[in-house]
Nanobody
Framework: VQLQASGGGLVQPGGSLRLSCAAS????????IGWFRQAPGKEREGISC???????HYADSVKGRFTISKDNANNMVYLEMNNLKPEDTAVYYC?????????????????WGRGTLVTVSS
């Protein structure tokens, strides 16, 4: 399994970014895929995921602002982030796990991609 997150950068508060996660073939139909983030000095936090049947979940901190989507044909997962806030600053990771339970538990994830840094600052 290979995962690679990209699309991070510097954005002003209120701005938008779209993160991408490229997955190796077959991953998206086999695993739940989740987006996590980790700010300096904090634990890795689950923020969004999509199960194999397309069910999506969001953490309260991002609900209404972030949207996860999948392109199974091209093995891509996206995280559209709108109305970004300084507290969204973190390294963002995509990861995969079996099953649809415990979807925001980092320890349940089997594989991770390298993160991409998102900085929200004026």
């Amino acid at each position: 399994v290979q995962l690679q997150a990209s699309g991070g950068g510097l954005v002003q508060p209120g701005g938008s970014l779209r993160l991408s996660c490229a997955a190796s073939r077959g991953v998206l139909v086999t695993y739940t895929i989740g987006w996590f983030r980790q700010a300096p000095g904090k634990e890795r936090e689950g923020i969004s995921c999509s199960t194999t049947d397309g069910t999506t979940h969001y953490a309260d901190s991002v609900k209404g602002r972030f949207t996860i989507s999948k392109d199974n044909a091209n093995n891509m997962v996206y995280l559209e982030m709108n109305n970004l806030k300084p507290e969204d600053t973190a390294v963002y990771y995509c990861g995969v796990k079996y099953g649809s339970m415990r979807y925001f538990v980092a320890g349940a994830y089997l594989y991770w991609g390298r993160g991409t840094l998102v900085t929200v600052s004026s």
